[in-house]
């Protein structure tokens, strides 16, 4: 496959392996790789044991499924057990704990969700049974938002009225702020994300990079374009630099997708939002706005979205954050595993918890 | 499935703001609502069920070669 | 005839009588059989006997490269070849819903009969049950197999051994790719065919030649050949150790793959074994494998090696992972 086998040859994986650890510290580099899908790719690849000692790679909060607030689940289930409404959700959603239960769980007393692909399946399933109410559980970053935006939009358009979205969209810089100001997390590093920064540009970690004086490094999500990003950063750390870079120059631009930020401002409003494990982060959420509320699935069928912090054994907002592996959290492997989860680190198949115990056993 | 997950695909045919693209002999039509002058025989990246932006094959060709340069001069090491 | 299934039909009654006798056995026939008493009478048989069931609930019913009646029999057969066992006689249990077509239930015997021809089966025995409309989604099929176990081999977990290799019959994922394309609703198109097909013909045969050299045989069906590699390295208490690259995935299979997030090694295969072969023989077993249509993509995987028990995998970056078993990410109704 064109422009993916290319960036996935192993020679050139060996030797930026070599150049990484020639340019790596006597202690282990901290960095960060704050997508999901990073930890997913980084995971599957076995590119931890093949930098141990030299780089220590932290998981951050680019989960969105992990920091959706377990109250959007019960949200969720309400709307489908009490208000009869057909769910349609991206399938990592399904076995997200809420406060008592999972979507996957209330299948089975008949609450009824659709996997879908993309939200535009989701507003032709509305247009397919007029009857029924609609909602999509709308979780993402800003990669996913512009879809979401595009569905509403397409929604609104075409006048598919039982169509609306539960959403938790939340926004990367404004996390990667919080964490770099947090010195019990010490990053040196970030690895930044590759399909949000086509969507916001990468000019929007500039802030990060330039106020905290860490390197950021945009990277792709092959093999190649994580190790390259990796030595990049340690590149800028061997200059004494911290400027944004962009490893995934083949799609992301420093000006990012203009059309695609024209829409997110179209529909969606910033706002402050709670982040599971984490907190309220001040702006890093994106609501419906009020042109669109027709479409806001909270206000349509009044049911809010509770963010409560929880005070468990959990510590999945430590892994989030950096501050521990996930071994480092009591529940890990044990009261806490892939098919019981405890927490979203490990029920999403993004999670920093759920990659480790999945990929993670040498 | 990760959530931003977004794969480089060829696209075969326009009609309106949508698109049939391809990727390793797999077809799907997406969207491209989000994308001005997407053109045939060109490459986007697909999220969701939509083009968030097109491949650029010049900078993928200097990122490759970057690659190649990268191996070559590990050999010497 | 009626053009489709009413409940009469499972009554027991004239009904019953019809569409066994102008149906199904029109689809059957063999001495067997066609003497419609309560039991397959099958005569003596000599050497030792294997005997397997399994369910078919596979929705959409016909898919591209196979269909129910297709796999109800291959995976009979599969499940009696990677045992040793080259099956003699199958029976056939079938739960059809109220109102569907005749022309399905004859679709789906026709690969039923088919499969059975290639494999040299019969089918001699079986059953007709009929429940309400919205009771039973189509066609159910349960396939039991009587099988006699090839001379001298038993499958031997605990006979696996450092140095062994792991040999893969052909390419992974291809039959969930076809179903998941079949049901449409991910609106993708690509030419991927299901795999399904009998194995006996292509795994017996290498019994007889390496004996115990093979020391287990599996086929990767639901959760594909990563469950299939964890089950054996737990039964074993073995490490296997993947490579990668080596890998067979069909490109079509790949870029389903690709877009849609999946992993090969947990889709599900309806023609493919997993072979733990010594080390000395599994080039020799793998061309052997190359010569016959269900094998040309035969390849070694892996290796057993010391440590602890369980599944890695090198990867292309020349790291290592884990191979655990999947968790809740795999499709219903693949078989």
């Known amino acids: 496959m064109r422009y993916i086998n290319e960036f996935r040859d192993p020679a050139t994986a060996r030797a930026l392996v070599e150049r990484i650890r020639r340019d790596a510290g006597d202690a282990p580099v901290r960095l960060m790789e704050v997508c999901g899908t990073h930890t997913v790719a980084i995971a599957r690849g076995g590119i931890r044991p093949l930098l141990s000692g030299a780089v220590t790679m932290l998981s951050g909060p680019g989960c969105p499924v992990c920091v959706t607030p377990d109250g959007y689940i019960d949200a969720a289930i309400a709307l489908g057990m009490e208000r009869g409404v057909l769910l349609a959700s991206f399938g990592d959603m399904l076995r997200v704990p809420g406060k008592s239960s999972s979507l996957e769980k209330e299948k089975g007393n008949g609450l009824e969700v659709r996997v879908v692909y993309s939200p535009l399946d989701a507003v032709a399933l509305a247009d397919a049974v007029p009857d029924r109410e609609v909602v999509f559980l709308g979780v993402g970053f800003e990669t996913t938002a512009p879809a979401i935006g595009g569905a509403i939009r397409t929604a609104a358009r075409r006048g598919v009225r039982n169509f609306s979205v539960l959403s938790s969209v939340r926004t990367i810089p404004e996390a990667m702020g919080i964490l770099a100001a947090d010195p019990e997390v010490r990053i040196e590093g970030f690895l930044c994300p590759a399909h949000v920064s086509v969507v916001i540009g990468t000019d929007a970690y500039r802030a990060v990079a330039e106020r905290r004086r860490i390197p950021c490094v945009v990277a792709g999500f092959e093999p190649l374009d994580i190790l390259l990003g990796i030595s990049m950063l340690l590149r800028q750390r061997k200059a004494g630099v911290a400027l944004v870079e962009n490893e995934y120059s083949r799609v992301a631009t420093s000006t990012g997708n203009r059309k695609a930020q024209e829409l997110i401002r179209e529909i969606f409003v910033p706002c402050d939002t709670g982040w599971r494990g984490i907190g309220v982060i001040p702006g890093s959420g994106l609501r419906i706005a009020d042109a669109y509320a027709a479409f806001d699935a909270e206000r349509k069928f009044g049911v809010p979205v509770v963010f409560a912090a929880e005070g468990t054994a959990c510590r999945c907002g430590d892994v989030l954050k950096g501050k521990i592996t996930p071994p480092g959290c009591p529940l890990f492997g044990k009261a806490c595993v892939p098919e019981e989860p405890y927490g979203p680190c490990m029920v999403s198949s993004e999670g920093s918890c759920a990659a480790y115990y999945k990929y993670g056993a040498l | 499935m990760p959530m931003c997950l977004g794969v480089p695909a060829k696209v075969l045919e326009i009609r309106d703001s949508a698109a049939v693209v391809e990727l390793g002999g797999v077809r799907r039509e997406i969207s491209v609502m989000l994308l001005d002058d997407v053109s045939v025989g060109g490459w986007v990246i697909v999220h969701a069920g939509f083009a968030i932006e097109k491949l650029s094959e010049d900078e993928a060709r200097e990122t490759l070669s970057l690659f190649r340069e990268i191996a070559a001069a590990d050999e010497i090491h | ?335």
């Not at chain 3, 040793?84 to 109102?99: D, H, N, P, Q, V």
């Not at chain 3, 679709?107 to 919205?134: F, N, P, Q, Y």
């Not at chain 3, 009771?135 to 099929?141: N, Q, S, W």
């Open chain 3, 1 to 335: 005839m009626h053009e489709k299934i009413l409940l009469s039909h499972g009554e027991g009654g004239k009904r019953t009588r019809d569409l066994i006798a102008k149906v199904i056995a029109r689809y059957f026939d063999n001495p067997v059989l066609s003497s419609f008493l309560d039991s397959g009478l099958l005569g003596r048989i000599d050497g030792e006997i294997a005997f397997t069931t399994d369910g078919y609930v596979v929705t959409p019913p016909f898919f591209p490269g196979g269909d129910i009646g297709r796999l109800a029999v291959c995976g009979t057969v599969n499940d009696l070849a990677v045992c040793g066992a080259k099956a003699t006689a199958i029976s056939c249990g079938l739960i059809l819903e109220e109102g569907l077509p005749i022309s399905t239930l004859e679709r789906a015997l026709a690969g039923m009969r088919d499969a059975a021809a290639e494999a040299g089966v019969s089918i001699a025995c079986g059953d007709t049950k009929v429940v309400e409309r919205g009771k039973g989604d189509g066609i159910f099929i349960t396939t039991a197999g009587v099988g006699v176990a090839v001379d001298g081999w038993r499958p031997a977990p605990s006979g696996i051994r450092p140095g062994d290799r792991i040999v893969l019959t052909g390419t992974m994922g291809d039959h969930q790719v076809a179903v998941l394309i079949a049901r449409r609703h991910l609106a993708i198109e690509a030419p991927v065919l299901s795999d399904v097909a009998p194995l006996a013909g292509l795994l017996l045969p290498l019994l007889s030649r390496y004996a115990g050299k093979v020391r287990f045989m599996r086929d990767p069906t639901r959760g594909g050949a990563g469950v299939t590699l964890n089950e054996i390295a737990t039964s074993a208490n073995a490490r296997f150790v993947l490579d990668e690259a080596r890998l067979p995935v069909r490109e079509s299979v790949r870029g389903v793959c690709e877009i849609l997030g999946f992993d090969p090694l947990y889709l599900a295969n309806e023609g493919k074994a997993v072979l733990v072969v010594a080390g000395d023989v599994a080039e020799a077993i793998v061309a052997a494998l190359r010569e016959h249509p269900y094998g040309r993509e035969a390849a070694i995987i892996g290796e057993v090696t010391e440590g602890a028990a369980g599944v890695r995998m090198r990867t292309l970056s020349g790291g290592v992972r884990a191979v655990d078993y999947p968790v809740g990410d795999q499709l219903p109704r693949i078989c």
